[in-house]
């Protein structure tokens, strides 16, 4: 029955793009899945994250700090509607822990081309970037549509993963409702993109008609 409950808890990981419920160990397994089978066609050769005291120190509490901030984002996105203040308190806190998570995954910064390769391809960056953005602009309620989204989803999974691991009691008690969430990660990822491209598509437009040159010329 251990068995069962523990593919349960982990077959419905988190998304792609959010920080693991699990430290992922980024010299020889979630790395070199995706880029060590092409090492061969790679200039920049196998990738391995260099070990530092601190990351080794820091690891154990990581996945603790990921689930407060996913929580702490979530409730800071609903706490938008009423207050502006804490538009941009998700988006830096956003920022902040894909950023870290960022630096979890690849390493302290190197100054190679391979780093930089490897960097700018990690979703983590991108949702960083994302979250970056908007913290230029007025707040804006349908810009953090995909974070609170996102931000759910990954604390509900960070918290089942916490509750399997250490109060498993709790967690049986509550694994229906967590698989109401989790069994449905297709439809969030989905969601996630949709919402994503529209927000593009609404800036394309804004950003054309509030520049400087099409205000001059009309």
């Avoid at 998570?101 to 390769?117: D, E, F, H, I, V």
């Avoid at 800036?203 to 009309?218: D, G, I, Y």
Wanted: aromatic share 16%.
């Amino acid at each position: 029955p251990h068995d069962t409950d523990n593919k349960d808890a982990t077959a419905t990981d988190e998304l792609d793009d959010a920080p693991a419920s699990q430290p992922q160990p980024t010299s020889s397994t979630s790395s070199s899945s995706s880029y060590g089978q092409r090492a061969h066609a790679n200039p920049y050769g196998a990738y391995q994250a260099p070990s530092t005291k601190l990351g080794q120190l820091l690891s154990p509490f990581l996945n603790y700090y990921y689930l407060l901030s996913q929580w702490f984002v979530f409730f800071c996105c609903l706490l938008s509607l009423v207050s502006p203040r804490f538009y941009y308190r998700a988006l830096y806190a956003t920022v902040l822990m894909y950023t870290i998570n960022t630096l979890q995954k690849n390493g302290k910064p190197q100054l190679n081309m391979y780093y930089a390769q490897r960097v700018m391809q990690d979703e983590n960056v991108m949702i960083a970037i994302y979250a970056a953005i908007f913290l230029i602009g007025n707040p804006v309620f349908l810009f953090l549509s995909p974070i609170i989204l996102r931000s759910f989803f990954t604390a509900i999974s960070l918290l089942s993963s916490a509750l399997y691991a250490k109060l498993p009691s709790l967690y049986h008690r509550f694994r229906p409702r967590f698989q109401m969430v989790l069994t449905k990660r297709g439809w969030f990822i989905q969601q996630i993109a949709m919402l994503e491209v529209l927000v593009g598509i609404l800036l394309v437009p804004a950003c054309f008609f509030m520049s400087r040159t099409v205000m001059l010329t009309f």
